[in-house]
T-cell receptor
Framework: AQKITQTQPGMFVQEKEAVTLDCTYDTSDPSYGLFWYKQPSSGEMIFLIYQGSYDQQNATEGRYSLNFQKARKSANLVISASQLGDSAMYFCAMRGGRGSTLGRLYFGRGTQLTVWP | DVKVTQSSRYLVKRTGEKVFLECVQDMDHENMFWYRQDPGLGLRLIYFSYDVKMKEKGDIPEGYSVSREKKERFSLILESASTNQTSMYLC???????????????FGNGTRLTVT
């Protein structure tokens, strides 16, 4: 079974500082994908970044980067130069599985990030 | 841009009522999903569908059913609403893909359902 673990229910960071949100996963599938989503207080789910299990390099998207350590089964999100607008819930998710379960995402419980001035 | 539209943003229903949550996507996606979001529990999959009239149970299907008569529409049905079904419900869609696919799920804005 696929499992995603986010151990930080809440994180605080000062504006302009970098912050790392932790995510570990468990799967026996050789091929899988890892995703991060942001959910502001308005509720919409915003896709941030993706890392494939066979990707050789860590994914980056603007101020977001993914610290992918395959042997440790971790996929931490790094946000550089935090902004007040980064305050939100962040979810780590994984796609894996076989057959008809292909395509679904398994989500962690989320980390609430608060950026203070 | 992909658009996933959920018919209601807020809904208040009484215990025992039959409740329909509707979701429509405009990108001809094969896959559609219903997730439930509760504080401290993240998103949990209720049902998903990979084709018209096809459905698969997710992790928490009890008390729910779904309907997919047309490709663009996926309905979640609470046959007899109960207070423990008070939650945020999120619909999502994606094209058909493999496990390593980079295509994300596209979510609607959610329906916050309160059962009293």
């Amino acid at each position: 079974a696929q499992k995603i673990t986010q151990t930080q229910p809440g994180m605080f960071v000062q504006e302009k500082e970098a912050v790392t949100l932790d995510c570990t996963y468990d799967t026996s599938d050789p091929s899988y994908g890892l995703f991060w989503y942001k959910q502001p207080s308005s509720g919409e789910m915003i896709f941030l970044i993706y890392q494939g299990s066979y990707d050789q390099q860590n994914a980056t998207e603007g101020r977001y980067s993914l610290n992918f350590q395959k042997a440790r089964k971790s996929a931490n999100l790094v946000i550089s130069a935090s902004q007040l607008g980064d305050s939100a819930m962040y979810f780590c998710a994984m796609r894996g599985g076989r057959g008809s379960t292909l395509g679904r995402l398994y989500f962690g419980r989320g980390t609430q990030l608060t950026v203070w001035p | 841009d992909v658009k996933v539209t959920q018919s209601s943003r807020y809904l208040v229903k009484r215990t025992g009522e039959k409740v329909f949550l509707e979701c429509v996507q405009d990108m001809d996606h094969e896959n559609m999903f219903w997730y439930r979001q509760d504080p401290g529990l993240g998103l949990r999959l209720i049902y998903f569908s990979y084709d018209v009239k096809m459905k698969e149970k997710g992790d928490i299907p009890e008390g729910y059913s779904v309907s997919r008569e047309k490709k663009e529409r996926f309905s979640l049905i609470l046959e007899s609403a109960s207070t423990n079904q008070t939650s945020m419900y999120l619909c999502a869609s994606s094209p058909v893909q493999g496990a390593g696919s980079h295509s994300p799920l596209h979510f609607g804005n959610g329906t916050r359902l309160t059962v009293t």
